[in-house]
């Protein structure tokens, strides 16, 4: 698999507002995956876009695809502490059990 | 079952020491993957494995050494190790198959070398 690279590195935000990351990546994709790690723990995946799918939701979390421009952006909405984060993009393009390769992320910090 | 486990949840060890860090799921999942973070960087890949079979090593030294004895368990053998090696290791699973599917993550095994 390839990297992402996402943007900004570091966002912070009050409670409640929007919070949107973008990822861009070089090569063409089967699917696109973001996921979330709260500090010190363990990924968790969010969401998996398909290259032929243009925008994915679940609850709060919106994604969007551009195939053209090689790039993903996250939206996720009315944010709660909670969201307190780093954001990853994940690229794939091989075929079967290939392993990720993660940039640096997006740290998210929800202010109170 | 959607988890991953992965024991011990910390781990302090000398360098000439040998451990093993364990992972395992009982999702059905056929691949399982070994990932290594360092201090506010990105998780970087080890090894996967694909229908227990070592599919990728992603040129990791020889002191560390996967195992995959069945479908739902995968360990990581370690020996004489460095304080460089200290680190957050993560173990993943997917159902495998083909076109890349999501990843679980366990919560990972924290590892200080000394």
């Known amino acids: 698999s390839q990297q992402g690279e996402e943007d900004p590195q570091a966002l912070s935000i009050q409670e409640g507002e929007n919070a949107t990351m973008n990822c861009s990546y070089k090569t063409s994709i089967n699917n696109l995956q973001w996921y979330r790690q709260n500090s010190g723990r363990g990924l968790v995946h969010l969401i998996l876009i398909r290259s032929n799918e243009r925008e994915k939701h679940s609850g709060r979390l919106r994604v969007t695809l551009d195939t053209s421009k090689k790039s993903s952006s996250l939206l996720i909405t009315a944010s709660r502490a909670a969201d307190t984060a780093s954001y990853f993009c994940a690229p794939h393009s091989g075929g079967g059990a290939d392993g990720l390769t993660f940039g640096k992320g997006t740290h998210l910090i929800i202010q109170p | 079952d959607t988890e991953v486990t992965q024991t011990p949840k910390h781990l302090v060890m000398g360098m000439t020491n040998k451990k093993s860090l364990k992972c395992e799921q009982h999702m059905g999942h056929r691949a399982m993957y070994w990932y290594k973070q360092k201090a506010k960087k990105p998780p970087e890949l080890m090894f996967v494995y694909s229908y227990e079979k070592l599919s990728i090593n992603e040129s990791v030294p020889s002191r560390f050494s996967p195992e995959c004895p069945n479908s739902s368990l995968l360990n990581l053998h370690l020996h004489a190790l460095q304080p460089e090696d200290s680190a957050l290791y993560l173990c993943?699973?997917?159902?495998?198959?083909?076109?890349?599917?999501?990843?679980?993550f366990g919560p990972g095994t924290r590892l200080t070398v000394t």
């Open positions: 993943a699973s997917s159902p495998g198959g083909a076109g890349g599917r999501e990843q679980y």
